[in-house]
C-alpha cells in the first residue's frame, strides 16, 4: 500500500504530504478544486512522461514522492532489486525530480535509476484505472491479452507454442539453404547456374587487378615516361658521354697494371662491377621504354577488364578473393540443391509433424481461452447485476479460421485465436463488439465489474480510480461503492470520486480545496475527521453541509455503509 505521498511545486500545490490508509481512500472536492493533480503527481512518481507544464507557476522544479508498505514481494519486485544490486526490501520510497532545464532524476531506496527501470517496478505496485483503462478495454486487440491473464497454464502453452514454432523456422531456414521447393528449387538452380559460369568465364587471378591499374598507370603517363627514360637511356649510351665506353677505357687501362699490385687488380674488379650494374640498368631502361609503346585497343581492352572485375567485386564480393570465394560457395550450393531431393523430403517429414504439434497446442489454447472465458462471462454477468445492469449479455466470441493446412500461416507465437469481447446491456438487443454497443455509464459499471472479477488478491497492488463513477448516480453509485469497499478488502485503492454515494464506503476520506492568497491559486489535501466527512458527504448530496437535515442524510449515507461493510467482514 501507499502509506505517505509528498507533491512539491506540482500545479496548483505548493507543498502536500498525503498519509494514505489501509483499505478504502477517497479524494473528493469541488470541481476544479484540482483532484486531477493527485493523479498527475502519481502518474509523474511512477514514471510516466513528464514535461514542464507539470512544474507549479513561479518554481523552477517539481518533486515527487512516494512510500509504499507492503506485506510481502512478488518475484517481479525481488528481481528488480536484485538488478539494481540493493537488498529487496518491503518499505519501498521512490522519489523523482524534474526541473525547469529538463533534469529528470528518479530514485528508489536512494538508488538512481532510469525511467524504463522504474516502470518495471511500478507496474507491480500500482494500478491507475481511469479513461485510458477504458479505451484499452474497448481495443479488441487487447481481449486476448486479458483473457490471457486469467489462467497461468496459458502462458505455459504458448512457451511450448513458441518452442514449435522456432522448431517451423529453423527447419524453413534449412529448406532455404537447399534452394527451396518447386519453382523456387529451379530459379535457385538457374540463379546459380549463371552466376557460376560468369564468375568462371572472366577467369579472375589474384592480384591482377592491381598489376592492370599499375598498367592503367603507365599508359596514362607515356609521354613523360618515354621523354624521362629515353634521356636517362642516352645519358648513359649518349655519344657525348658514353659511361659504359669510358667505363671499359678505366678497365682497360688497370688492366694493364693490374700485376703490380692486388689493390689495382680489386680497383679493376670493382670497375667492371660497375659497368655491368650500368648495363643491366640501361637495358632494364629500353625495356621500359619498349613498355610504353601500345595503341588504343589495349588500352579499351585494359579498361573493360578493369569495368569486369568491378562489377564481379559489387556483386560478389568487395575483392577479387571474396569473388572466387563466393564462387567455391555457389558450386558447393548448386551441388547440394541438385542432390537435395532426400534431404528435403527428410525436411518436410520433420516439418509436417511439428507442425501437427503447433496445431495441436493452438487447439489447447483456443480450449483453454474458451474454458476462461465462460467464466469471465459468468461471473462479469453476476457483478453487473449488482451494479443494475441485470439483464446484461457477455460474450468472449472466437473467430477461429485454422486448421492443420493452414496452421503454418495462421500461428503465432499467441496462438491462432481471433478473439473479442461481445456486450449487450437490455433485453432484445443482440450481442455486439463491446466498443460499438456500450456507453459511457455502462462502460464505468463494465469496467469495475471486471476489476471485481479479475482483482489481485496478493494484497501487493494499490488500485486507482480515477473517474470509475463517469455516467452513473443514484442506486447504482451506492453498489459501485459497495463493489469498491470490497476490493479494498484485499488491496489499498483509491479513489477520486464525485458521488457521495461511493465517498460514503471510504474507510479514509480526504478532500481537495483551493484557495486564493495574495492573487497566488493554491490547492491543499487535508484528510478529514468524523464531523468534516459528514459535512463533506452533505456537500456531495447538494445539500446545505450546515443544516441538520444534511447531516443526518450523510449520517444515514454513511451508516449504510458501515453497515455493509461490517457484514462483509
Known amino acids: 500500500m501507499i502509506s505517505s505521498l509528498k507533491i512539491n511545486n506540482i ?20 470541481t476544479g478544486a484540482g483532484k486531477s493533480i493527485i493523479i498527475d503527481s502519481l502518474n509523474f512518481v511512477l514514471g510516466c512522461k513528464a514535461d514542464k507544464t507539470l512544474i507549479k507557476t513561479g518554481k523552477d522544479f517539481a518533486k515527487v514522492e512516494v512510500v509504499f508498505d507492503l506485506p510481502c514481494l512478488n518475484d517481479a519486485i525481488t528481481s528488480f532489486f536484485e538488478s539494481i544490486n540493493c537488498e529487496p526490501e518491503t518499505t519501498i520510497i521512490i522519489s523523482r525530480y524534474y526541473n525547469t532545464n529538463g533534469k529528470n532524476e528518479v530514485r528508489v531506496n536512494g538508488e538512481a535509476v532510469t525511467l524504463g527501470m522504474l516502470k518495471k517496478l511500478t507496474i507491480n505496485l500500482v494500478d491507475i484505472h481511469g ?10 486487440k487487447n481481449h486476448i491479452k486479458i483473457l490471457d491473464t486469467l489462467d497461468p497454464y496459458i502462458d505455459k502453452l504458448k512457451d511450448d507454442l513458441g518452442v514449435q514454432l522456432d522448431k517451423v523456422k529453423d527447419i524453413n531456414n534449412q529448406i532455404a539453404e537447399l534452394g527451396g521447393e518447386g519453382e523456387d528449387k529451379v530459379r535457385n538452380i538457374k540463379l546459380l547456374e549463371h552466376e557460376i559460369n560468369e564468375i568462371e568465364l572472366a577467369e579472375l587471378k589474384v592480384g591482377e587487378e592491381d598489376e592492370l591499374i599499375q598498367k592503367r598507370k603507365y599508359y596514362a603517363n607515356s ?14 649510351y649518349g655519344s657525348d658521354c658514353n659511361v659504359v665506353n669510358q667505363l671499359k677505357t678505366a678497365s682497360y687501362t688497370l688492366g694493364l697494371i693490374s700485376d703490380i699490385s692486388p689493390q689495382i687488380e680489386d680497383l679493376k674488379n670493382r670497375v667492371n662491377s660497375v659497368m655491368y650494374e650500368i648495363n643491366d640498368v640501361s637495358e632494364s631502361i629500353s625495356d621500359l621504354i619498349n613498355s610504353t609503346d601500345y595503341d588504343e585497343q589495349e588500352v579499351n581492352e585494359l579498361e573493360e577488364r578493369l569495368d569486369l572485375i568491378k562489377d564481379l567485386k559489387r556483386k560478389f564480393g568487395g575483392s577479387v578473393e ?69 439483464n446484461g449479455l457477455f460474450e468472449v466470441n472466437f473467430a477461429n479460421d485454422y486448421n492443420l493446412s493452414n ?32 456507453s459511457g455509464g455502462e462502460m464505468s459499471r463494465f469496467m469495475l465489474a471486471f476489476k471485481c472479477v479479475v482483482q489481485d488478491t496478493s494484497g501487493i497492488k494499490t488500485m486507482i480510480f480515477d473517474e470509475i463513477d463517469a455516467g452513473i448516480g443514484g442506486l447504482i453509485g451506492v453498489e459501485v461503492g459497495k463493489k469498491i469497499a470490497d476490493i479494498s478488502k484485499y488491496n489499498q485503492v483509491i479513489c477520486i470520486t464525485h458521488l457521495a454515494q461511493i465517498a460514503a464506503f471510504a474507510d479514509s476520506n480526504f478532500k481537495i480545496e483551493k484557495s486564493v492568497d ?11 475527521d468524523s464531523n468534516g466527512r459528514i459535512k463533506e458527504i452533505a456537500r456531495m448530496l447538494g445539500l446545505n453541509a450546515n443544516t441538520k437535515t444534511a447531516e443526518a442524510s450523510a449520517l444515514e449515507l454513511i451508516q449504510m455503509a458501515d453497515e455493509y461493510k461490517n457484514t462483509q467482514a
Open 518 to 528: 495574495n492573487d497566488i491559486t493554491s490547492s491543499s489535501v487535508s484528510l478529514l
Open 322 to 390: 571474396s569473388v572466387l570465394e563466393y564462387l567455391e560457395k555457389a558450386k558447393i550450393k548448386l551441388e547440394n540443391l541438385l542432390n537435395s531431393e532426400q534431404a528435403l523430403i527428410k525436411l518436410n517429414s520433420q516439418k509436417s509433424i511439428v507442425l501437427k504439434e503447433v496445431f495441436s497446442l493452438c487447439e489447447k489454447l483456443t480450449a483453454k481461452r474458451n474454458e476462461m472465458g465462460a467464466w469471465l462471462r459468468d461471473r462479469l454477468l453476476n457483478e453487473l447485476k449488482y451494479l443494475g445492469i441485470k
Open 407 to 438: 496452421i503454418e500461416k495462421k500461428a503465432t507465437k499467441n496462438g491462432a485465436d481471433n478473439v473479442e469481447f461481445l456486450f449487450s446491456a437490455n433485453p432484445g438487443i443482440e450481442l455486439r463488439p463491446l466498443s460499438k454497443i456500450i
Open 11 to 30: 500545479a496548483l500545490i505548493e507543498e502536500n504530504i498525503i498519509k494514505l490508509g489501509e483499505g478504502f481512500n477517497t479524494l473528493t472536492g469541488e
Open 223 to 236: 609521354e613523360k615516361l618515354s621523354r624521362n627514360l629515353n634521356d636517362s637511356f642516352n645519358a648513359i
Open 131 to 140: 479513461q485510458h483503462d477504458h479505451q484499452a478495454l474497448l481495443d479488441a
